[in-house]
């Protein structure tokens, strides 16, 4: 079956840090993979995404690239902002083998903090 | 601004009690969701449904069950709550279109005692 592993948590960085979550998959055929963000007290919403193989997803300063030889798509950005904190969950959807019907394999999630 | 509804934020119940938790959604998809969200675990798909009255299990669909009546709105139901199904439970729907983005709801935080 499909699954997702993200690198574990918490993680805490200072403001104008680098960040980098890993996040790698197994999933059947070629699934398309997302990053989710949910902020405090939210539910969650689409921060990026990539539908095939060498495709870049970015959004908000964030970045993320779909690595089919190592099936992985870790999150990146380049000076993380307070307002960042929240937690990340990587996803994938797959229809290997008939409709996916949207449906999403999540991984744990990954906690963000950032300080000033 | 499109939006999926969640009845409660917070609840709290009593082991045996039959609980329902519903959802609305003003975007008019095809597909909803119903996933339970546990530090550690990340979310996990209770049930979804692809379209009125049609309803498929997900991977923890036991002491569940989901109703779906209406396009728009999509039910869990806990037949007999117990206190393993203290969680937060996240609502979301998404076009028919494969690979397409889903929409979260809120949740809500259930407590069973």
């Known amino acids: 079956g499909n699954s997702v592993t993200q690198m574990e948590g918490p993680v805490t960085l200072s403001e104008e840090a680098f960040l980098t979550i890993n996040c790698t998959y197994t999933a059947t055929g070629y699934p398309s993979l997302f990053w989710y963000v949910q902020y405090p007290g939210e539910g969650l919403q689409l921060l990026l995404k990539a539908t095939k193989a060498d495709d870049k997803g970015s959004n908000k300063g964030f970045e993320a690239t779909y690595r089919k030889e190592t099936t992985s798509f870790h999150l990146e950005k380049g000076s993380v902002q307070v307002s960042d904190s929240a937690v990340y969950f990587c996803?994938?959807?797959?229809?290997?083998?008939?409709?996916?019907?949207?449906?999403?394999?999540f991984g744990q999630g990954t906690i963000l903090t950032v300080h000033p | 601004d499109v939006k999926v509804t969640q009845s409660s934020r917070y609840l709290v119940k009593r082991t045996g009690e039959k609980v329902f938790l519903e959802c609305v959604q003003d975007m008019d998809h095809e597909n909803m969701f119903w996933y339970r969200q546990d530090p550690g675990l990340g979310l996990r798909l209770i049930y979804f449904?692809?379209?009125?009255?049609?309803?498929e299990k997900g991977d923890i669909p036991e002491g569940y069950s989901v109703s779906r009546e209406k396009k728009e709105r999509f039910s869990l139901i806990l037949e007999s709550a117990s206190t393993n199904q203290t969680s937060m439970y996240l609502c979301?729907?998404?076009?028919?279109?494969?690979?397409?983005?889903?929409?979260f709801g809120q949740g809500t935080r259930l407590t069973v005692v």
């Open positions: 979301a729907s998404s076009p028919i279109q494969e690979m397409s983005e889903a929409f």
């Open positions: 449904s692809y379209d009125v009255k049609m309803k």
């Open positions: 996803a994938l959807s797959s229809n290997a083998g008939g409709t996916s019907y949207g449906k999403l394999t």
